[in-house]
């Protein structure tokens, strides 16, 4: 089992929180929490469109959440995603090189976890690094 932190918790309680806002016409709702070079926590959800590719990620909808307010570096990502979802999820490949585009390295946590009625379960946590998930980024 996974051991996180108590901000780590609070990370994917934030999440939890933020996919009840979800718009969701044909997947399943997704939450996200970063936390923010300045210390600060800002959250995002998935936001779809029936036309393909209009949609946002609740990954990405976070961290524009947190450049709006002035933070172009992230230092941890936690995901949420809703019991319903039949696999073991984790953020997709835009997503990831987005992370990659505003973390501070490729060793920063991403942690993912489903949520069981309305509720993190904790001892589900799946953490990774950004390097686990995406070996081979895009750089300049």
């Not at 996974?2 to 044909?26: C, F, H, P, R």
């Not at 976890?113 to 390097?131: D, H, I, M, Q």
Request: positive net charge; charged residues 25%; proline residues 4%.
């Amino acid at each position: 089992m996974v051991s996180i932190t108590e901000d780590e918790k609070k990370l994917l309680q934030m999440a939890t929180g933020a996919m009840k806002n979800a718009y969701v016409l044909w997947g399943f709702k997704v939450g996200a929490a970063v936390l923010a070079e300045d210390g600060k926590i800002y959250v995002g959800c998935n936001v779809e469109s029936w036309v393909s590719g209009l949609g946002i990620c609740a990954e990405r909808c976070a961290i524009n959440h947190a450049v709006l307010h002035g933070n172009r570096k992230i230092k941890k990502l936690a995901l949420i995603v809703e019991s319903k979802c039949n696999n073991n999820p984790a953020p997709c490949g835009a997503c990831l090189q987005y992370i990659n585009d505003f973390s501070e390295n490729s060793k920063i946590k991403i942690l993912v976890a489903k949520e069981k009625c309305g509720k993190v379960s904790f001892p589900t946590v799946n953490v990774k690094t950004l390097e686990d998930l995406l070996p081979y980024p895009f750089r300049k």
